[in-house]
């Protein structure tokens, strides 16, 4: 993956969403600001106890959408990562330091109730749509 891609998926203040399903099938999306990509291939985030938790348990296969709006449909920008969860923390120090910064940023309620850190593995990367935008030719 680019350092494009990672200057543009780290770029805050932004929101996406995070769409996962169960292993029947039932899906869910849900909106976040905390993944942060920490290398070329890998996401990381907090997330609570609730069902995109779930769903990662049961099925690790996520995509995160970033949508810019802009004035016109072909004006707007964003990309679609596809992920694969490959391992969480529900204790130690790097769900400690993650509680700490987010009590800081959005307050000990927000903080006490995230419940893991989750990794994920970059598994492909799509321009929000085909309309010539150009991620496919940066990865």
Request: proline fraction near 4%; glycine fraction near 8%; hydrophobic fraction near 35%.
């Amino acid at each position: 993956m680019s350092s494009k891609l990672m200057e543009y998926f780290n770029k805050q203040p932004r929101i996406g969403t995070l769409s996962t399903a169960s292993r029947d099938g039932k899906v869910d999306s849900a909106c976040f600001g905390s993944p942060r990509m920490i290398d070329e291939k890998t996401v990381v985030m907090s997330v609570r106890k609730a069902r995109t938790f779930a769903n990662l348990l049961e099925n690790p296969n996520a995509i995160f959408m970033i949508i810019e709006p802009g004035k016109t449909s072909p004006e707007w920008k964003g990309i679609r990562v596809y992920l694969k969860m490959t391992g969480y923390q529900t204790s130690g120090e790097q769900v400690e330091e993650t509680r700490k910064a987010i009590a800081q940023r959005l307050g000990e309620e927000t903080a006490k109730a995230m419940h893991a850190v989750i990794t994920l593995e970059i598994q492909d990367v799509r321009p929000l749509s085909d309309l010539g935008q150009g991620w496919e030719k940066s990865i």
